[in-house]
């Protein structure tokens, strides 16, 4: 079973491998991909440290620490995008009739969207990400012992893994119903708007709403208020706050249960 | 062979096209009207909470950014109805190849193309008037500054639309020279959205910033027109920023009509 | 009673085709790979050569050949889509490329696979759509559709939208909404792939239709060989990018694959009778005009031999009187060829022939000259 691990690992980096290497055929465009992911991150950093100039006191949070909140988000969302950022554009490869020749393939269908093309914004989205996210710690006050370090780590692998699991909740939808497209394009926009900012600023309604309808708070929020002594006023129980990582892992496993449950009722593009 | 008779409605059968198909999905229809309250509701909340502590900044008090903010989730609806679930976008078409049918009928594509447009922002705009009537109605956004505002709003709204249309066929129009058009799409997109005021008004922003976006197409498709509505933009300033629109207009027109020759004969080349 | 001019004129016009596509090359490797995105390095193909034919009026024709042959390349520069880089079109008195408006009023076209319709309405309403697109007046529509209806049975799915139909019934809407407008001319590029028989069938009822009672010209692309025989007149065969054939089904058979065979099954008695050795039976003289295929004890095989100038080629009745008269035959039957053999040695006498230098072929060239 070890072999068979290993072996799935190795087919599929060689098919990464390739998939890069087909991305550079078309020259223009992988540079532009590559440059506009970089002038994307930046111009929410620059949009972000507007909002933070000119509006203080942002539900408690001081500069720095919205600063590491938005410089997480970031991070998460560039390590979803080279991990699964297929996954949000799976309504057009159904269209396309690809996952019924993936049916027919012996690897399991989601690594095959996975895998279906190298997504080269990722590389913009991450190089950014990273950036901040060094500068974020290091204009951090905070004292970064060994256990704070690993808390943040799991935050991040956790956020990546949360934004995995919300469009690929959606997406399971999107094996059946190509308008849920829109549905992705809505989440991906909201989840950018309020992901950066504390949710604290918000009316305690709200946050609940995007704690637990669009678990956005999970992202970068909650981990991010733990580590900077905002525990007590997250809006959830401290443990949940503090397990966000799990949460998030438990979120992963159930979307990506859900998705196999959708593709078990798949009825193929029309005939 | 038939020849053409003046008196069918072919404008108004082709425009009908995209909100017949919705039409016929109501879950489609009540999906986009639960986003639109939703978002509302969030961005109402989010201004209402970034201004607990101040009541007013960059000249912008609460009132009119949530105005400012609730009109731009509004007006995002007339943003060019995405047909994607129709595979009916021009990428899709030149995908599966069906484009060529576009070429094979007496109606010249750059027409078809219009009359769309036309009919995806005719049926977004019913979904801007009711929108704003409830809004209006339940008080959670202001009226207009002005009668005056509210006319210099109207028109330059239409002139931004106008903008946005161009804009959006110039990345159309990029298909037909590479497939791989996201990065573009996404590009515009970003710059349409970041630079229009639709996640922030442009008040906000560094002087610099708001220079810079002064001499670009995308602010008038959003924040000029919102910033005469809330009074922002007094209406004696209001002739000269719909002067610049209008230039714009003409030139981006100017470039698509080049453009759509050159796709034409693009595909006479190379194919579809 | 038109002129063969005339009746051309009013179909599809083609002369010295020729099509040339500009490709990138692909470098090998990693380096090669970020080279080609610095330089890149272009080739030229040419993809149609010289393609000269004619359909009138009435006239079903088939363009065969294998896949990549230029087939699809050629219907494309025909309906005006591609340019050609050399060569001339007319179709129905217009050339394609310039006159686009005009000439969209006087084709119909169907593209396998890919769909005219609008995916998200019901195929009612893309017909309505493609009535307001081509001006045809209400009640000519409402006739016009009856009728394709009554051969193509579409009332029963027209409701449905286009996603939610099956292949067979999608091909039929899309068949319907090319000729809605009455057009004089019709392409169809492989228009029955994947369809089933009882859908091909129905589909092939209308083309008969609509090319003898309608007169349309209509220049099919297919694979089907039962197709082309049950429709086609005539046929041109491409290969290649050039022309390899063009003539009549009669013709295709006669030069690629013979026509028929007579199986006979002589009497055990006539062997034994002059001598142990099946030698016996050969020495016979054979009828003038049929070869001996094959001998296996009593079973012969005669196929017609190859027609020279001047020995007409036998016919059937003759052949079979012939056989009957020198044979003491027990039992007899005749098989026709099968076209796809015909076929498969066509392509492959190309795949010979390309090696010699091809004749020109001009403009003065007539149709239904079989060219080798």
Redesign the interface.
Known sequence: MWRSFTEAWRVAWQITALNF?AQ??Y?VE??IRIAFGIVWQLSIIVFAAVLLSKFSGMGGWTSSQILLLVATRMLCNGLYVLYCGSVFSLAFYVQQGLIDGYLLRPMPVFRQVQLVAFQTNGIGDLLVGVGLFAGAIARSPLDWTPSRIAYLAAGVIGGTLLITAVFTAVSAAALHFPASWYWSLWISEVSATFGSYPLSILPRAVGELLTWLLPIAFIAYLPVGVLTGHGAGLGVPIAIAAGAPLVALAMYIGSRLLWNWSLRHYTGV?? | ??????R???AL??AW?TP??EL??PPRIAATAIRMVIQIFLVVYLWHGLYSHTSTNSGLDRGQAVTFAVLAVLITRIRGLDRF????TVFQHLA???I??W??????PRRYYVLRALGDQAYGFAWVVVGYAACLASGVIEPPASGTAAAACAASLLLGQAVLYELTLLTDLMCFWTMHNDSAVQMIQFAQNLLSGAYAPLWYFPAWFITMSSFLPFQSTLNTPLSLYIGRIPVRQAPGDLLFQTAWVVALALISRLLWGRAS?R?????? | MRSADEAHGEGIVVRGLTKV??TTV?RPG?AG??R???A?QRAAKTVVRDVSFDVARGELLALLGPNGAGKS?TI?ML?????PTRGAVMV?GMNP?LD???N????G?V?GQ???L?????AK?SF??????????AE?HRARLAELDRLLELSEFWQT?V?????GQ?VRCDLAAALL????IVFLDEPTIGMDVVVKEQVRGLLRHEVEQRGRAVLLTTHDMTEVERLAERVVLINHGRIVLDGTLEEVRREFGGTWRIRATIADSALSASSPSSQAVRARDLPSGLELLSQDRTELVFAPAAATGYTPAITVPEALRAVVDRYPIVGISIEETDLEDAMRAAYLRQGVATAEPEPETGPGQDAGQVVS
Do not use: C
Request: charged share 25%.
């Open positions: 290497r550079l055929e020259r992988f540079l029309n005939g | 062979m038939i020849e053409p008779n003046p069918q409605p072919l059968r082709a096209i017949l198909g016929l999905a679930a129709g595979r009916d599966y190849g069906t060529v049918y070429f094979l009928r007496p109606l010249a004969r595909v006479a080349v190379q194919g579809g | 596509f500009y692909r990693f790979a970020v080609s995105l610095i890149p390349t494309k309906t005006g889509i591609l340019t129905a490329h686009r408006k005009r969209a009023r006087n084709i076209a593209f890919r769909t005219q609008w995916w998200d309405l019901p309403e309505t759509i493609l009535r307001s697109i081509y001006g045809v007046p000519r939208r996603r939610h139909l099956s292949l999608r407008h009455d057009p004089a």
